[in-house]
């Protein structure tokens, strides 16, 4: 059978019918469940099998000292340790904000070392001691970081308070400890010499929108003449 030669695009009138009744076909099929997920909504969890319900959980159990206080949780491996703060024990002092590691408003200390609980998976971390904002308060008393940035006023919106707060804490414990830094590696006293270059590298990960920088670098570097 020799096909019909096409004699062009056909062109066929638009209205606003046509329009609705196309879009609701489409909406129709995208809607319509597949026969696996119409016997899931049917006939429940119940009836699925155990092996696939296991995978798809994938809950671990975990300990964690958080803030003096110890949390026995079933969390599941993909959840972030931001995440189990704020979602599951509603410490919503450590801030999401870019999720992706590059602001650093989520800094924790972890085991006394600052690190991004948004890039740190809770799992990973079973008995481990976590200190976040919350828990640097001691019997209603600041810390002397909190203090001092209270002090000269180191916070605008706030949004970022709490990580620079933490991330400060571990980085004058870094930076007493003798640990370098890319403006520092040079250099031989120990501790190594907090000027406000070496200070800025070291707390680059830090990020303020507000820009509230100079005031954040005189409540640290008042913090570290303090402590030395």
Not at 23 to 42: E, F, I, K, Y
Not at 79 to 84: G, M, N
Not at 103 to 108: D, F, K, N, R
Request: net charge neutral.
């Amino acid at each position: 059978m020799i096909p019909r030669k096409c004699a062009g695009p056909i062109h066929v009138p638009l209205s606003r019918r046509l329009v609705l009744q196309a879009g609701a076909a489409v909406t129709g099929l995208l809607n319509t469940p597949s026969a696996g997920a119409a016997g899931l909504s049917a006939h429940g969890r119940d009836h699925m099998n155990p092996v696939t319900h296991d995978i798809m959980q994938h809950d671990v159990d975990i300990r964690l000292t958080i803030n003096g206080t110890s949390h026995h949780l079933a969390v599941d491996t993909r959840t972030t340790l931001l995440d189990l703060l704020r979602e599951h024990l509603h410490l919503t002092g450590t801030k999401k904000g870019c999720d992706h590691g590059q602001c650093g408003a989520c800094t924790v200390l972890l085991d006394g070392k600052r690190v991004l609980s948004c890039l740190s998976l809770a799992a990973s971390h079973d008995d481990a001691q976590v200190i976040t904002i919350e828990g640097l308060c001691k019997e209603g008393h600041l810390h002397p970081m909190q203090r001092a940035f209270v002090e000269h006023d180191g916070f605008q919106c706030g949004y970022c308070t709490p990580g620079q707060i933490c991330s400060a804490i571990g980085m004058l414990r870094e930076w007493k400890a003798g640990f370098p830094s890319m403006v520092t590696m040079e250099r031989r006293e120990h501790p190594p010499h907090l000027d406000p270059a070496d200070l800025r590298e070291r707390m680059a990960g830090n990020l303020c929108r507000c820009s509230a920088y100079p005031n954040i670098h005189a409540a640290i570097i008042d913090v570290a003449r303090h402590s030395t």
